[in-house]
C-alpha cells in the first residue's frame, strides 16, 4: 500500500503556472505515479503518469505542451509543472499510485491521495 499527499494547488489567473507535488510513503517501489484531475460534473481523468523503471511519461491530449510531470527520487516525490492553464483546467487534482503504466482510468488505481484544489479564474 502506497501513502500519497499532494500539494501546491491554489487560485491562478489564466496563462499562470502552479507546481503540484505527491509526496509518496510506504511500498512505493513497485509502483507508477499519476495525476488525475476531476471538474464539477466530470469524470475523474488520468492526464499524467511516470513510469518506475525508465522514466517514460504519459501526458493528456488536454494537458500536453503545458504540463511536465517530474520525480525525485531522494524525497519519493513526484511533481506537475503547469504551466499556461487555462479555466478548464480548473479541477481538484488527484495523485494516484497504480501497476500498470500509464495511469489513464481510475479502475487503474490502487492508492488515491486525498486531492488539491485548483482554481483558473480571472
Known amino acids: 500500500q502506497v501513502q500519497l499527499v499532494e500539494s501546491g494547488g491554489g487560485l491562478v489567473q489564466p496563462g499562470g503556472s502552479l507546481r503540484l507535488s505527491c509526496a509518496a510513503s510506504?511500498?512505493?517501489?513497485?509502483?507508477?505515479i499519476g495525476w488525475f484531475r476531476q471538474a464539477p460534473g466530470k469524470d475523474r481523468e488520468g492526464i499524467s503518469c511516470m513510469g518506475i523503471s525508465d522514466g517514460s511519461t504519459y501526458y493528456a491530449a488536454s494537458v500536453k505542451g503545458r504540463f511536465t510531470i517530474s520525480r525525485d527520487n531522494a524525497k519519493n516525490t513526484v511533481y506537475l509543472q503547469m504551466n499556461s492553464l487555462k479555466p478548464e483546467d480548473t479541477a481538484v487534482y488527484y495523485c494516484?499510485?497504480?501497476?500498470?503504466?500509464?495511469?489513464?482510468?481510475?479502475?487503474?488505481?490502487?492508492?488515491w491521495g486525498r486531492g488539491t484544489q485548483v482554481t483558473v479564474s480571472s
Open positions: 510506504g511500498s512505493t517501489v513497485n509502483y507508477h
Open positions: 494516484a499510485a497504480g501497476f500498470q503504466f500509464p495511469l489513464r482510468f481510475g479502475g487503474q488505481v490502487t492508492d
